[in-house]
């Protein structure tokens, strides 16, 4: 079973920047392709940026193209989301996800996302 844990939430202002990490283990991460997910508090869970599983292709919801940009090391088993100019709009509960690398096709579904983790949550504040 791949086990993953997010870190790197905060809260800050708006304008600021934040970096969010993803560890995985319990399985092979190269095999998997990664995503970033995030849920704002009454709204749908929804998808930020995906990435490939050696890192050659990534893709991002229009909503945070130019401002966030993912990232992996798969030495460290680690996805990263690096978050600039961060808007109140930003804030949410942020997950990382994984599907097997095979079905990776750039923009990523929720229901295709076997593995999760608990989220941890970024506020940011006008």
């Known amino acids: 079973q791949l086990q993953l844990v997010e870190s790197g939430g905060g809260l800050v202002q708006a304008g600021a920047s934040l970096r969010l990490s993803c560890a995985a283990s319990?399985?092979?991460?190269?095999?998997?392709?990664m995503g970033w997910f995030r849920q704002a508090p009454g709204k749908e869970r929804e998808f930020v940026a995906g990435?490939?599983?050696?890192?050659?292709?990534?893709v991002y919801a229009d909503s945070v193209k130019g401002r966030f940009t993912i990232s992996r090391d798969n030495a460290e088993n680690t996805v990263y989301l690096q978050m600039h100019s961060l808007k109140p709009e930003d804030t949410a509960v942020y997950y990382c996800?994984?599907?097997?690398?095979?079905?990776?096709?750039?923009?990523?579904?929720?229901?295709?996302?076997?593995?999760w983790g608990k989220g941890t949550l970024v506020t940011v504040s006008s």
């Open positions: 996800a994984a599907q097997d690398r095979l079905y990776y096709t750039g923009v990523m579904n929720p229901d295709g996302m076997p593995y």
């Open positions: 319990g399985r092979t991460f190269s095999n998997y392709a």
């Open positions: 990435i490939s599983w050696g890192g050659a292709s990534t």
